[in-house]
């Protein structure tokens, strides 16, 4: 008797095993799922996993399920850094996915290169991870200089000329304000104010008073969260009634509760059709996702990451039954006109820029993004 019972666990432990290594495609991600981003990354990620979730319920890829391991990096690159680290050497995740901000990227590509994971989807428009060609990072939305300059010059056509321009003092601001400088300089015009801030101590009432001095008319805020939400109540508090103006990172629903009264009118960028839009059938089929999850709406943050799995999962199909870290670098690099449903992607070992869809939204008075 004892002997079957040995038998039987040993055969029970070979089963367990063998189902955690050949039953499951280990996808890793780091973002900050507490502190100022916190919405964004959650709704970003729900917005993944309505896809992954639904190609689950199917039987996987291959009769294997996809499992995506989210560690909370606090938007903190240093964490964002350590969490990599983890989720690369410890538990050999396959690939890594849907990074939240510039630096906290820019802060893993040593692990990316060392191991050979390819990155799918940072959420970040960050110039610096298009060029020049990052060769393990593959990126699905369009770049913040896009959408800056998308912004400036519309402002312009508005008959807007007093703009002030204000952004965190690390690489993100940096290259939105690039973005921002080069469609102020097409439409012929000179911000009126241009200050930085310190993105972990920022200090907005003496911002906001130069800016009310100035008597600005709009303000672009390169900036995350909370940091946007502390700005507007300093321009408020120091009465300027400048249009505020910020990037698709805060195209949450979530960013839209925080702003609380003053969210009314300010203008977001965004990199995805109207997630309202059932004419693009990608937002046609997020949205009966999340109904059959009984959700009564997806954001532009859940669009993202719905658009986002949906890559990676084209990527994971293409790598075979035996998704390795080289096979998924390789598939990822042989996507060709890869239709997202409605938006095309196309990859190369000289290309991996993804999407140039940039658009721009304003919140109503019912608190909803509208185009």
């Not at 294997?64 to 690369?88: G, V, Y």
């Not at 003092?169 to 921002?180: E, H, L, P, T």
């Not at 000179?190 to 920022?202: G, H, I, L, Q, S």
């Not at 190369?348 to 008075?365: C, E, M, R, V």
Request: glycine letters at 10%; a positive charge; charged letters at 20%.
């Amino acid at each position: 008797m004892k002997q079957w019972q040995t038998l039987w666990a040993g055969l029970a432990l070979a089963l367990s095993v063998g189902g955690t290594s050949h039953a499951q495609i280990l996808i890793g991600q780091t973002a900050g799922f507490s502190g100022q981003v916190a919405a964004g990354v959650k709704e970003t990620t729900d917005g993944a996993r309505l896809y992954i979730d639904a190609i689950n319920a199917k039987g996987g890829l291959n009769g294997q399920k996809i499992e995506l391991t989210s560690l909370d990096d606090k938007f903190d690159p240093k964490l964002a850094a350590e969490n990599a680290r983890k989720l690369i050497e410890e538990q050999n995740v396959a690939a890594m996915f849907l990074t939240r901000g510039t630096p906290h990227t820019e802060a893993i590509i040593p692990l990316l290169e060392k191991h050979g994971v390819a990155l799918v989807a940072p959420s970040t428009g960050a110039m610096v991870l298009h060029q020049p060609v990052r060769k393990y990072i593959f990126n699905v939305r369009a770049t913040y200089q896009r959408e800056a300059e998308k912004a400036m010059t519309h402002l312009a056509s508005m008959g807007i000329t007093r703009i002030a321009l204000v952004y965190a003092d690390d690489s993100f601001g940096a290259d939105g304000i690039a973005g921002a400088q080069k469609g102020l300089a097409s439409a012929k015009l000179t911000p009126v104010v241009v200050e930085k801030f310190d993105r972990a101590k920022p200090d907005f009432p003496p911002i906001a008073a130069k800016i009310a001095k100035a008597d600005t008319q709009a303000v672009l805020m390169v900036a995350s969260g909370s940091a946007v939400v502390d700005a507007g109540n300093a321009l408020r508090t120091a009465g300027s009634a400048a249009q505020l103006v910020t990037l698709s990172n805060n195209a949450s629903g979530g960013f839209i509760k925080s702003l609380g009264t003053n969210a009314r009118g300010v203008i977001v960028t965004q990199v995805y059709p109207n997630e309202r839009a059932v004419t693009f059938p990608m937002v046609k089929e997020a949205q009966e996702l999340a109904k059959a999850k009984g959700l009564t709406e997806i954001s532009p943050a859940m669009l993202e990451g719905f658009a986002a799995a949906k890559v990676l999962v084209e990527g994971l199909k293409r790598a075979g039954p035996k998704p390795g870290r080289d096979k998924i670098h390789a598939a990822l690099e042989s996507i060709k006109k890869f239709d997202l449903g409605g938006l095309e992607v196309n990859y190369g070992p000289d290309d991996h820029t993804g999407l140039d869809f940039a658009d721009l939204s304003i919140i109503g008075t019912d608190g909803k993004f509208r185009r």
